[in-house]
C-alpha cells in the first residue's frame, strides 16, 4: 500500500512539474489545472490565493474558463476579498468573448431581471432558429430562467 501511495504522489508530483513547465511558456490551460490542483489541496496544500493569482494570469490571457472561476473567487471570497465589482468585471470579460452563462451569473449577482430577461430573448431566439430545446443548452450554476 506504501509504494501504492508513493507512486500516486510521485504521479502528482510529475503532473505539477509538467504543469509548471507549460506555465513558464504562458499556456493559459495550464494555469487552470494547476490553480484547481491547489484550489482542491489534490496531493498539495490547498492555497485558494494562490489559485486566484492564476486563474486571474489565465483570465488575463483571454482564457473563458479562467475568467469565470476567477470571478467565482472574486464573488465569493474564496482565496480573495469578496468584491463583486471586480466578479462583474470578469463575468463581463466572458460575455465579451462569447460565452452566454457568464450573462446569467452577471445578472444573478446584479440581481439584473433586465439581463435574465435579455438572456431569454436570446434564447428564445436560438430555439426557433435551430430547433433546439431548453434541456440541450447548458447553464452554470442553475436552470435557464
Given amino acids: 500500500m506504501k509504494s501504492l501511495k508513493r507512486s500516486s504522489s510521485s504521479n502528482q508530483l510529475n503532473s505539477i512539474k509538467t504543469l509548471k513547465k507549460a506555465i ?13 490542483i491547489i484550489l482542491n489541496g489534490e496531493g498539495v496544500s490547498a492555497n485558494p490565493r494562490e489559485a486566484a493569482r492564476y486563474y486571474k494570469k489565465a483570465s488575463d490571457m483571454d482564457n473563458i474558463i479562467a ?16 468584491n463583486k465589482d471586480e466578479a462583474k ?23 439584473d431581471q433586465l439581463a435574465l ?8 431566439k436560438f ?19
Fill in 24 to 36: 513558464s511558456n504562458n499556456n493559459s490551460w495550464a494555469m487552470i489545472k494547476y490553480a484547481d
Fill in 117 to 124: 430577461y435579455n438572456y431569454k430573448l436570446f434564447i428564445d
Fill in 67 to 82: 475568467m469565470i472561476k476567477y470571478a467565482n473567487m472574486q464573488e465569493s471570497g474564496n482565496g480573495v476579498p469578496v
Fill in 127 to 145: 430555439q426557433k432558429d435551430t430547433n433546439e430545446s431548453w434541456s440541450n443548452i447548458p447553464v452554470i450554476g442553475g436552470s435557464c430562467p
Fill in 89 to 111: 468585471n470578469y463575468y463581463r470579460k466572458a460575455i465579451d468573448k462569447g460565452d452566454l452563462q457568464s450573462l446569467v451569473l452577471l445578472a444573478s449577482i446584479s440581481n
